[in-house]
């Protein structure tokens, strides 16, 4: 457990190498990135943790009100408290808006950031960006209808998306993402800054799943990568590659860093 400002972490380190930190998605957390963290160790210190306010990372004050800058924060002091060099990153989703926000507040601290399928709807055609629908499903007809709604947005199969593990956690974790997460416009309230991104030190790999390029993650991410004048990396599966292809995704992943 690590304490920071408003909350202890719960965090896993595995393996030895360069450290490679990930960053979970909304919903998700250590067990996020089970099934690809065991290859990734043969290579990497890989290093895996639950945000605040979910799981095994409770809040001090469980009212707060969850900001991006709050989780970049969080990041910056775990890996100050692990390494004295720069790290790679993964983030996948939520957490690669997270990810992208470190890369430009703390350059020093990371080496590459892979973004994979960041929700920068703030990117896309106006029409597409906005994610009041599932909040009103969510207000009006609760937790599972809300999921469901959200799953097949971002194209993923709900019960076998990145968040799989215990089902009491599970359930848990869903039910903050929907309420806090989603309710609170944390997603859309932040307005990351991509021409400062374009000049950052950071090495910057935006990705996206190879068979979701329908989905909106996919078109965020080829928008991100257009934006920042550099290519796109195709990654196996969806949006949930990691979960559903985990050979092929650390793969894939352990060439990119290296």
């Given at each position: 457990m690590l304490p920071v400002p408003g909350a202890h972490l719960y965090y896993e380190t595995r393996g030895s190498g360069p450290l490679l930190l990930l960053i979970s998605p909304g919903g998700g957390d250590v067990d996020s990135f089970h099934r690809i963290a065991a290859s990734l160790a043969e290579r990497f210190t890989v290093v895996t943790y639950d945000r605040r306010g979910y799981a095994r990372s409770p809040l001090d004050a469980p009212a707060e009100t969850p900001?991006?800058?709050?989780?970049?924060?969080?990041?910056?002091?775990?890996?100050?408290?692990?390494?004295?060099t720069p790290a790679h990153v993964f983030g996948s989703s939520g957490g690669a808006v997270i990810g992208l926000d470190l890369a430009l507040r703390y350059p020093r601290q990371v080496r590459t950031l892979v973004a994979h399928e960041p929700p920068l709807r703030q990117l896309l055609p106006e029409g597409e960006r906005g994610t009041g629908d599932i909040r009103e499903i969510?207000?009006?007809?609760?937790?599972?209808?809300?999921?469901?709604?959200?799953?097949?947005?971002?194209?993923?199969?709900?019960?076998?998306?990145?968040?799989?593990g215990d089902g009491s956690r599970f359930a848990a974790n869903v039910e903050y993402f929907l309420k806090q997460e989603i309710g609170s416009r944390m997603w859309a309230r932040h307005d990351l800054d991509i021409a400062a991104l374009r000049n950052s030190p950071v090495r910057v790999v935006p990705a996206g799943g190879r068979t979701g390029r329908e989905y909106v993650g996919h078109r965020c991410a080829v928008a991100l990568a257009r934006h920042l004048d550099t290519d796109l990396i195709e990654f196996p599966g969806h949006h949930a590659g990691f979960h559903t292809h985990p050979a092929e995704f650390a793969h894939t992943l352990s060439q990119v860093l290296t």
């Open positions: 900001r991006i800058e709050t989780h970049v924060d969080d990041a910056s002091r775990l890996l100050a408290a692990l390494t004295m969510y207000r009006r007809e609760g937790t599972a209808s809300a999921w469901r709604m959200f799953a097949a947005r971002i194209g993923v199969p709900e019960a076998a998306g990145p968040f799989s």
